[in-house]
C-alpha cells in the first residue's frame, strides 16, 4: 500500500531557501526594469516588442481557457529546464569518459 508524503514534511536547507527567494527577487526586478523602461518610451523596439507580446497573450486567452495556457508554459518550462541540463551533462560527459579511461584533465592538458 502506497501512503503519499505530507507535503508540510518537506524541509529543504536556509541556504536554499534564501537562493530561491533571492532568484525569485532578482528575477522580478529584472522584469520591472525591463518594463519601466519600456513604459518610459525611450526604446521604441523594447516598447512595441512589449506591446505585441502583451497583444498576443491577450488573443491567446481569448482563443483556449487560462489552464491550457498555464498547463502550455508548465510544458515549455520543463522542456526550457530539459534543454539547460543537458548542455551542463553534454560539458561533463567527456571529463568522466577521460577519467574511466585513466587519463585525468592534466594529462590532456599537457
Known amino acids: 500500500m502506497w501512503v503519499p508524503v505530507d507535503p508540510l514534511e518537506w ?30 518610451g525611450h526604446d521604441k523596439r523594447l516598447f512595441f516588442g512589449v506591446v505585441v507580446c502583451l497583444y498576443m497573450l491577450s488573443a491567446i486567452g481569448r482563443l483556449v481557457s487560462g489552464a491550457t495556457v498555464a498547463y502550455a508554459g508548465l510544458c515549455l518550462f520543463c522542456l526550457y529546464m530539459l534543454a539547460e541540463n543537458s548542455q551542463s551533462i553534454r ?5 568522466l569518459q577521460r577519467q574511466r579511461n585513466g587519463t585525468s584533465v592534466e594529462d590532456n592538458n599537457m
Do not use: K, M, Y
Not at 560539458?91 to 571529463?95: E, F, N, R, S
Open 91 to 95: 560539458t561533463c560527459v567527456p571529463q
Open 11 to 40: 524541509q529543504i536547507s536556509q541556504d536554499a531557501a534564501n537562493s530561491i527567494f533571492a532568484w525569485l527577487a532578482n528575477t522580478v526586478g529584472a522584469a520591472e526594469s525591463v518594463l519601466r523602461v519600456a513604459a518610459t
